[in-house]
Structure formats: structure tokens, C-alpha cells
């Protein structure tokens, strides 16, 4: 009896601790003004749409609808009408916001600065506020997280001006997946590029977080018009570089510690892009409060790093972080191929109690000092830990328990100049890290950067739609050598169907090994009506001694035009050979599970995708109609994920490309006019 008794208290405690993710709408009001478009090219800005703010008016208060996630360490509150951005993260326990918060929005460019938002698809400043909605749906996953799934699609928006720096055209899609999980002071914010064209592109996606120049023991601060700024600035940069430019790659040099207090920083306003991140993390130091703001990043996926700032004597509290897809903001150096899923992961948490951090990862957050009077390890685990053993050079500096709200301390031998510090968070290896930190460039990585700033006609290709002074997809074209894969793509993208054909099939008579070639070839013959010579195209595209195999793509679509056996064993391949080829899963997902009845209709491919991707309307539908073919109880919630996601204005369009794709049918994209 007194077993059970002990039991049940232990049960009690233990449920009593137990965090979870709470989910509920809500609004957010801000002063809204508005100002007169200018419908010509403003030279200064190089933009076919921009406000003059000589006509500003006050509109008075707009109200937003919000998502909002709460745990016990933070709340967050992402805004869906606002291109989906992440718009406020809470830290709880003292009540502390990690973005500026400005109170005023309008209809210019930015908009409204607080939060994280994407710049996709044009180059900077966020997605418009407004008038720019992501559609979503909420997902709770088996672990207690739950995320707030956003998509968005911008083939809509394809006038003629839109080819401008700050146009919105493009026909890529974005899913932007905000997620809290249980016990967690980390939101993590993971954008996802769908490129459902036939071509490659530019994969550059950037993504600015708006922080507050000052926080002081009497609070942050915000634009004027909320808390006046502080008198001076004591905040210093996180920013792990050896290498850093200015646009375009210009000043470039040794990244100086100089730099990292902003008192130190004379210019008006300035930008500084990091020349490659060796470590996952940058943000801000505020020495008064001990708080650390901090972007964790994957270096590999989203390396781009740059830091804005206005100087001490500007009227501006705002800071901006930026981390991007490409290592230098203007250029981009990857291509997405066609059909591919790119996901580019980020994470913000707000550290307070420990000095500025000079080491950071997906576990935990450290200050390490060696010499001075009190030489030390400081930690804080981004979720609670009962047991946590720091060692240095493998010899044990004690044990203590920490969490987001409660830092622990070791104390390091006076006499210890560097070593590698060692953390183990119950059992589990979390931080294995030398200090001082290592920040010898990466010269593979710097000579690509360079390579995207050489104006080559790849490079200008990979801007994508968006002229930025002088260079975008249009102006490879002229680069490219007459007759080549190259210049065949552009004219291809840009619509120019008979002049593609001529130009690659120069290219593959030049060159018969040159799988995209015929790729390319056959896609704008099977625009231009000829089924017979495309498919001899694609044939010869996955056969070529280069090949190409996301043409297998189009020969699936062939035999389902034609009503042939085939389309699954050619989707298969391409699964095998290209496994991010999101739009050949989709179309194999609906074939394999609605084909002929006496084969079995597996409905696992079909989660699969929704459980990857629930964001994206097409996922929703293939589970949809292939749970219902079958008979299975998912049916109705994807149904009503799908009705939820068309709510976005482009998703009509969409759905008619992927619908006519399910009967074999190619509907070219939507081009930019």
C-alpha cells in the first residue's frame, strides 16, 4: 500500500512537470497607414511599384488573425496574413520579447518590422504585409510538438513590372513550417522551396529577423513611437566570421573584433556579410541584462549570413539578422532542379544569465572563459536536463542539473588557457567543442562566393526573375554561347518555344551525351504540340552518357497520356535517382494507390508526403482522394487540410497543373509576361 501510495505521488510530480504545446487563434492590432503606389521605375530603387511616403495617411487600426504556440518557456505568435512570418517569440520567465515591435504597418515594401520573415522570391525586405496572405493548417506531431504549416505560390503575380528587384513573381512555391515542441525555448522556422518547373533555378531564399538595437535593465525598446531609446548602446554582435564584405562582395576583409560593438559602428547604416559560417549560430549580445539573442542555423543548408544596423545616431532601434540559403545576399550559388524539394532549416531562442555566447548548437548555449579571476563554463540547455557533466580535455568539472530558465556554472583551472570542453546532458554527448574557437576560412567556400560574384551567365541565370541591377535570368541570355544548353534554357523559361528548339537542338548535335539538352529539348516540343519527337527527347535524356533523369518525369506523363502500363516503374526510377523530386512522389503516391484493383493500394507513400510537407495543398489532396479510394478514416481531416490550404489566392492554378499531370497532361508554367 505504501508502494502504491509513493507510486501515485511520483506520477503526480511527474505529471505536474510534464510540458505541453497549447494552440489557439487569435488577433494582433497595429496602426495601419497607407500610401500612394508610383507606377514607374524609381532609379534609386530600382522598383516598378514603390510608395510615395509624402502620401501617407493614417488608416487607423487593421486587425490580424494569429496562430498561437505556447510551452512553458515561450509563447510565439506567427501571422498568416503577413506572408506567414514568425511575428513575436516570448520568453516567459521574464517576460521578454526576442523581437522589435514596431506599432505601426503599412503598404510599402517592409511593411511592418518585427519578427522573422522570408524574402522570396525577390531579393530582400520580406514578403509584402497584408496583402500577401499564406494559407495553413495545424499539426500535431506524435512527439507533443505542433507546428503551424503556411504555403504560398507567386506565379499569380506575373506583370510586367514584376521583373524588378522587388517584383513578386515566380514559379517556385513556399511552405514555411513554425514549430514548438514541449519543454523547448527554441521556435524553429523551416522554409521549404518546391521548384514544379521543368528547368532549374536559382535556389536563394533569405530570411531577416528584426531585433532591438538596445535592451536595458528597464526593458527593450522599439521604434519611435513605443520606448525612446536608450541613451547608449553597450550591444555587441555574435558573429563567428574570419571573413566579411559589403554588398556584392565589396570591402572585403578580416572580420576585426572592432566590429562587434555597435557603439564602434560610425556609418549611417550598413550591411556586413559573413564570407562563410563555420559554427551554427550569430545574433546579439546585451551586456546590462545578460541576455543573448541567437539564430541556430544549419551551415551546410542555410550558410548565408548578414548583419544590418543603423548608427548610434540614427533615429532607428532596429537590427537585422539575416540568414540565407547563399552565402552573399545578392548572388546565389545552387540551383534547384526541376521537380526538387529543398528544405532550409533555421531556430531562435533567447538565452538569459550567462555572459555573451561564444558557442552555440541545437542543445545548448555556452560562455567559456578561460583566464581573468574567475575562469568558467557557463550553460544553458535549450530544454531541461536533470543531470549535466562538464569536462575539460576529458577531465570532469562537476555535475549539476540546468534548463532554458536556470544556468549552470563550472569553474575552470585558473591556470587553463584552452582545451575541449565537453558537455553530457543525462547519458547523452550534447557539446564536444575547442576553444578558443576555430575560425580559419574555408577556401573552397570563399572561391565559390567568389564565383557567384563574377557576373557569368550562370550566375545571372540563378537571380531568378528579379532584375537587380542589371542582372537576372534575361541578361544570361546574351551571355550564354549561341546554340548551347544554356541559352536554350533561358529562351525555354522565358517562352521563346521556337527558339529553344532550334538552339538545343544545335546543342544536342553538338553534343549527343548532354542529358538536360535533351530534357529541355523535349519539354518544348511537347509544348509546341509534338508528342512523338519529345518522347524520343526524354528518351534519349535519361539514355545520354550525362544523364538527366528527371526527364522520367515526362516520359510517366507520356504513358499516361498514351493509357500504357509504365508510368509507376518510370516514376520509381526517378525516386531512386533523384530522391528530393518532390513532384514525381506526388504523381506516384496518387498512381500506385488509385491504379487497377487487383493490385494492392498502399496509402503509406501518401502520409509520407503530408507528414514531410502538410503545408502543401497538393499532398493534402493526393491522401485525400487516395484514403477515400481506399476506404481509410484519413480522408475527411486531409479533405479539410485541403479546403483550408485553397484558401491561398494561387492555389487554384496549382491544382489545375497537378490535377492535368494525374491524366498525363503538361501544363506549361505561368511565365512572367
Given at each position: 500500500m505504501r508502494l502504491l501510495v509513493f507510486l501515485m505521488l511520483v506520477f503526480a510530480m511527474v505529471a505536474a512537470f510534464a510540458d505541453t504545446v497549447a494552440v489557439r487563434e487569435g488577433t494582433m492590432t497595429v496602426k495601419w497607414r497607407e500610401g500612394d503606389y508610383v507606377w514607374k521605375t524609381n532609379p534609386n530603387r530600382n522598383n516598378a511599384n514603390y510608395v510615395d511616403t509624402k502620401t501617407m495617411r493614417d488608416m487607423g487600426d487593421k486587425v490580424m488573425k494569429t496562430v498561437e504556440l505556447e510551452n512553458r518557456y515561450v509563447k510565439v505568435v506567427v501571422l498568416p496574413e503577413s506572408g506567414?512570418?514568425?511575428?513575436?517569440?516570448?520568453?516567459?520567465?521574464?517576460?521578454?520579447?526576442?523581437?522589435?515591435?514596431?506599432?505601426?504597418?503599412?503598404?510599402?515594401?517592409?511593411?511592418?518590422?518585427?519578427?522573422?520573415?522570408?524574402?522570396?522570391?525577390?531579393?530582400?525586405?520580406?514578403?509584402?504585409?497584408?496583402?500577401?496572405?499564406?494559407?495553413?493548417?495545424?499539426?500535431?506531431?506524435?512527439?507533443?510538438?505542433?507546428?503551424?504549416?503556411?504555403?504560398?505560390?507567386?506565379?499569380?503575380?506575373?506583370e510586367k513590372w514584376n521583373e524588378k528587384m522587388?517584383?513578386?513573381?515566380?514559379?517556385?512555391?513556399?511552405?514555411?513550417?513554425?514549430?514548438?515542441?514541449?519543454?523547448?525555448?527554441?521556435?524553429?522556422?523551416?522554409?521549404?522551396?518546391?521548384?514544379?518547373?521543368a528547368y532549374r533555378q536559382g535556389r536563394q531564399l533569405w530570411?531577416?529577423?528584426?531585433?532591438?538595437?538596445?535592451?536595458?535593465?528597464?526593458?527593450?525598446?522599439?521604434?519611435?513611437?513605443?520606448?525612446?531609446?536608450?541613451?547608449?548602446?553597450?550591444?555587441?554582435?555574435?558573429?563567428?566570421?574570419?571573413?566579411?564584405?559589403?554588398?556584392?562582395?565589396?570591402?572585403?576583409?578580416?572580420?576585426?573584433?572592432n566590429e562587434l560593438a555597435l557603439t564602434n559602428l560610425t556609418n549611417d547604416y550598413k550591411s556586413v556579410f559573413a564570407w562563410g559560417m563555420k559554427y551554427g549560430f550569430a545574433g546579439l549580445w546585451y551586456p546590462e541584462v545578460k541576455v543573448n539573442r541567437l539564430r541556430l542555423n544549419d551551415t551546410v543548408k542555410m550558410p548565408g549570413a548578414k548583419q544590418f544596423y543603423y548608427s548610434e545616431k540614427s533615429t532607428g532601434a532596429l537590427v537585422e539578422l539575416w540568414g540565407g540559403s547563399d552565402s552573399i545576399f545578392e548572388e546565389v550559388d545552387s540551383w534547384i532542379e526541376p521537380g526538387e524539394a529543398v528544405e532550409l532549416p533555421s531556430r531562435y531562442t533567447l538565452i538569459e544569465g550567462i555572459g555573451k555566447v561564444n558557442f552555440a548548437n541545437d542543445d545548448a548555449a555556452?560562455?567559456?572563459e578561460f583566464g581573468g579571476a574567475a575562469p568558467v563554463v557557463e550553460v544553458v540547455t535549450l530544454s531541461p536536463v536533470t543531470k549535466l557533466e562538464a569536462k575539460l580535455d576529458g577531465k570532469s568539472l562537476g555535475i549539476m542539473d540546468c534548463a532554458p530558465d536556470k544556468p549552470a556554472r563550472f569553474e575552470l583551472p585558473k591556470n587553463a588557457e584552452w582545451g575541449k570542453v565537453t558537455l553530457v546532458a543525462d547519458g547523452k554527448t550534447i557539446v564536444e567543442q575547442s576553444f578558443p574557437l576555430d575560425l580559419t576560412p574555408d577556401e573552397k567556400a570563399e572561391a565559390k562566393i567568389r564565383e557567384s560574384l563574377d557576373m557569368s551567365p550562370a550566375s545571372n541565370e540563378r537571380m531568378g526573375n528579379q532584375q537587380a541591377l542589371g542582372r537576372y535570368y534575361r541578361n544570361a541570355l546574351g551571355s550564354y554561347p549561341a546554340g548551347t544548353t544554356g541559352s536554350g534554357r533561358v529562351q525555354y523559361r522565358d517562352g521563346q518555344i521556337a527558339n529553344a528548339i532550334t538552339t538545343l537542338k544545335t546543342a544536342t548535335t553538338a553534343d549527343a551525351t548532354d542529358g538536360e539538352a535533351w530534357h529541355l529539348l523535349g519539354c518544348a516540343l511537347l509544348?509546341?504540340?509534338?508528342?512523338?519527337?519529345?518522347?524520343?527527347?526524354?528518351?534519349?535524356?535519361?539514355?545520354?552518357?550525362?544523364?538527366?533523369?528527371?526527364?522520367?518525369?515526362?516520359?510517366?506523363?507520356?504513358?499516361?497520356?498514351?493509357?500504357?502500363?509504365?508510368?509507376?516503374?518510370?516514376?520509381?526510377?526517378?525516386?531512386?535517382?533523384?530522391?528530393?523530386?518532390?513532384?514525381?512522389?506526388?504523381?506516384?503516391?496518387?498512381?500506385?494507390?488509385?491504379?487497377?484493383?487487383?493490385?494492392?493500394?498502399?496509402?503509406?507513400?501518401?502520409?509520407?508526403?503530408?507528414?514531410?510537407?502538410?503545408?502543401?495543398?497538393?499532398?493534402?489532396?493526393?491522401?485525400?482522394?487516395?484514403?477515400?479510394?481506399?476506404?481509410?478514416?484519413?480522408?475527411?481531416?486531409?479533405?479539410?487540410?485541403?479546403?483550408?490550404?485553397?484558401?491561398?489566392?494561387?492555389?487554384?492554378?496549382?491544382?489545375?497543373?497537378?490535377?492535368?499531370?494525374?491524366?498525363?497532361?503538361?501544363?506549361?508554367?505561368?511565365?512572367?509576361k
Open positions: 506567414g512570418q514568425l511575428a513575436q517569440l516570448i520568453y516567459k520567465p521574464t517576460n521578454t520579447e526576442f523581437f522589435l515591435n514596431t506599432p505601426t504597418a503599412s503598404n510599402e515594401l517592409v511593411g511592418y518590422s518585427t519578427g522573422v520573415k522570408a524574402s522570396f522570391p525577390y531579393k530582400e525586405l520580406g514578403i509584402r504585409f497584408g496583402d500577401q496572405p499564406a494559407s495553413y493548417v495545424v499539426v500535431k506531431g506524435d512527439d507533443g510538438s505542433v507546428t503551424v504549416a503556411e504555403w504560398m505560390e507567386f506565379s499569380r503575380f506575373n522587388y517584383g513578386r513573381y515566380g514559379n517556385m512555391m513556399l511552405s514555411q513550417h513554425i514549430t514548438l515542441r514541449p519543454d523547448s525555448a527554441v521556435v524553429d522556422v523551416t522554409y521549404r522551396i518546391v521548384n514544379a518547373s530570411a531577416v529577423a528584426s531585433l532591438p538595437r538596445q535592451q536595458t535593465a528597464a526593458g527593450g525598446v522599439s521604434q519611435p513611437g513605443g520606448k525612446p531609446l536608450a541613451p547608449k548602446t553597450d550591444t555587441e554582435w555574435i558573429y563567428p566570421a574570419y571573413h566579411a564584405s559589403s554588398h556584392s562582395g565589396t570591402d572585403f576583409r578580416v572580420y576585426g573584433a555556452l560562455h567559456v509544348e509546341s504540340g509534338k508528342a512523338d519527337e519529345a518522347r524520343d527527347a526524354f528518351t534519349r535524356a535519361v539514355a545520354a552518357e550525362h544523364a538527366y533523369p528527371q526527364a522520367r518525369y515526362f516520359l510517366a506523363l507520356d504513358l499516361l497520356a498514351a493509357g500504357k502500363d509504365g508510368a509507376i516503374e518510370e516514376l520509381t526510377k526517378l525516386g531512386t535517382e533523384c530522391p528530393t523530386n518532390w513532384e514525381g512522389r506526388l504523381l506516384l503516391a496518387y498512381l500506385e494507390a488509385t491504379g487497377p484493383t487487383d493490385k494492392p493500394h498502399p496509402i503509406t507513400h501518401a502520409k509520407a508526403l503530408v507528414a514531410e510537407d502538410p503545408a502543401d495543398p497538393r499532398a493534402q489532396y493526393v491522401l485525400w482522394q487516395v484514403a477515400e479510394y481506399n476506404g481509410n478514416a484519413a480522408a475527411a481531416t486531409a479533405k479539410s487540410n485541403y479546403e483550408e490550404l485553397c484558401k491561398e489566392p494561387g492555389t487554384p492554378r496549382r491544382m489545375d497543373e497537378f490535377k492535368a499531370a494525374l491524366t498525363g497532361k503538361y501544363l506549361p508554367p505561368v511565365r512572367l
